[in-house]
């Protein structure tokens, strides 16, 4: 059983470009959150999700960000006009179930604007 | 605002003493407090946790211990193994229900070397 899944590794974009983070849950999870890494800090909530519903957004960035999670597919996190001050690792985790805390993450995209 | 703070940075320990690594808190609504370890280019890995309902929690050579009323939690690992080496997470939830359901406060994380 694989873990949680997330591509591409590393993604370097240029400034105004728009960046695609892909997250693929264990298998049996439906509940997907993303996390924002940025250098020398702790991670930091941005959205939760479960499929086709996006449960609390409240620490996603008001604009150029978006997050889905769809039937069928990996969660998508959406950056778009990627600014040098969007470089950071982003994590996402997957959980069975509401309420499950000591959840899976993934390996992290380690998006850098160049 | 930053709810969760690890003080220490980092922490040098020799192999086979305790490390103790240190978190406080400021929420007073916080109720579920957990421990993550993360490796380079790693995702964090879930370690222990403990609820407010608790003081101590033990998972082999893992101890979370827990002070209310100090708002404060502290990890101890005895003993220590080079294999220990990594960048500590503290994170801290409302378990309580709502949206906020499954959501972690992380704090900055403290960077643990233990020596051979």
């Known amino acids: 059983n694989a873990g949680v899944m997330q591509n591409p590794r590393h993604l370097v974009r240029r400034r105004g470009q728009e960046a695609r983070l892909r997250c693929s849950p264990m298998k049996g999870h439906s509940h997907v959150y993303w996390y924002r890494q940025l250098p020398e800090e702790g991670l930091k909530f941005m959205v939760y999700?479960?499929?086709?519903?996006?449960?609390?957004e409240s620490g996603m960035p008001k604009e150029r960000f978006s997050a889905e999670f769809p039937k069928e597919g990996p969660s998508i996190l959406r950056i778009q006009q990627v600014v040098r001050g969007d470089s950071a690792a982003y994590f996402c985790?997957?959980?069975?179930?509401?309420?499950?805390?000591?959840?899976?993450f993934g390996s992290g995209t380690r998006l850098t604007v160049v | 605002d930053q709810q969760v703070k690890q003080n220490s940075p980092s922490l040098s320990v020799q192999e086979g003493r305790i490390s103790i690594l240190n978190c406080d808190y400021t929420n007073s609504m916080f109720d579920y407090f957990l421990w993550y370890k993360k490796y380079p280019a790693e995702g964090p890995t879930f370690l222990i946790s403990i609820s407010s309902i608790k003081d101590k929690n033990e998972d082999g050579r893992f101890t979370v211990f827990l002070n209310k009323s100090a708002k404060h939690l502290s990890l101890h690992i005895v003993p220590s193994q080079p294999g220990d080496s990594a960048v500590y997470f503290c994170?801290?939830?409302?378990?309580?229900?709502?949206?906020?359901?499954?959501?972690?406060?992380f704090g900055q994380g403290t960077i643990l070397t233990v020596h051979p």
């Open positions: 999700l479960q499929k086709e519903n996006i449960i609390d």
């Open positions: 985790a997957s959980s069975p179930m509401i309420g499950s805390y000591g959840y899976t």
């Open positions: 994170a801290a939830s409302v378990k309580g229900g709502g949206t906020s359901y499954g959501k972690l406060t």
